[in-house]
């Protein structure tokens, strides 16, 4: 499968998870877009990853993947 084929799967298996506002489906897009070197989308997902759990009141702690990825980026 090409780069461009996966990035479109991975978009569209997110939006079907969007409804349900995770936390951990936004970090995993973020490590997606990441590895796939599209940056400015990895730090959308992690920033929006982190807003989602601290708005659910998720752990916020020093060894937070959530967390550790958001502030690398920032």
């Given at each position: 499968m090409n780069k461009n084929g996966s990035v479109k799967d991975a978009e569209t298996i997110f939006q079907r998870l969007a409804t349900i506002n995770s936390a951990d489906a936004n970090h995993l897009m973020?490590?997606?877009?990441?590895?796939?070197?599209?940056?400015?989308?990895?730090?959308?997902?992690?920033?929006?990853?982190?807003?989602?759990?601290?708005?659910?009141?998720?752990?916020?702690?020093?060894?937070?993947?959530?967390?550790?990825n958001f502030i690398r980026f920032f």
């Open positions: 973020g490590i997606f877009y990441h590895k796939n070197n599209m940056n400015d989308k990895a730090f959308e997902y992690f920033e929006n990853a982190f807003q989602l759990l601290k708005d659910q009141k998720g752990y916020i702690g020093k060894d937070s993947e959530i967390f550790l």
